[in-house]
């Protein structure tokens, strides 16, 4: 044999396969989250949304739950249009698709955040632990940004 070969075959081979158990298990992070963010709270309102997008990966999964230190509860919330008035009610999840991608955004699917004892003030940032039915938790920063968007006539 060839000991210097050999040593350095076992070398690339454990530089590639560590850490072990990711060739039989899925990988800890099936489903990467990106771009979460939610707009400044005025004085006052003590409920917000936060909005992201999930990437599915190798597996489905399926995103069941979230809490912030930012407040006191935090719930996954779908709209819907009844009755010509579009309403939020609390779902049990949201289906993350294998490999496709999912966008939590103002008029659809959020994370409402209640009860937040402090404001949320622009250029801030905040984690939130999304809970995965395979994943686990995944933390995330949320980006607070001003509530720019709103037309001239607002002033
Ligand atoms: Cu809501």
Redesign the pocket.
């Known amino acids: 044999m060839k000991p210097r070969v050999t040593l350095a075959l076992l070398a690339l081979a454990l530089l590639h396969h560590a850490p072990p158990t990711y060739a039989a298990e899925p990988a800890p992070q099936a489903v990467t989250v990106s771009a979460a963010w939610a707009r400044a709270t005025p004085p006052g309102m003590a409920?917000a949304?936060v909005y992201l997008t999930l990437r599915g990966g190798p597996r489905a999964d399926r995103l069941v739950g979230a809490a912030t230190s930012r407040a006191a509860m935090a719930?996954i919330?779908v709209?819907s249009a009844a009755a010509g008035m579009a309403q939020?009610?609390?779902t049990e999840g949201v289906d993350v698709p294998a490999r496709e991608s999912v966008a939590l955004a103002p008029q659809g699917t959020?994370i409402?955040l209640m009860d937040l004892p402090q404001p949320l003030v622009a250029g801030e940032r905040f984690p939130l632990t999304l809970q995965f039915e395979q994943a686990g938790k995944i933390d995330v920063s949320v980006e607070v940004r001003a509530p720019g968007t709103a037309p001239p006539s607002a002033h």
């Open positions: 409920v949304a719930q919330h709209v939020m009610r609390p959020h409402m």
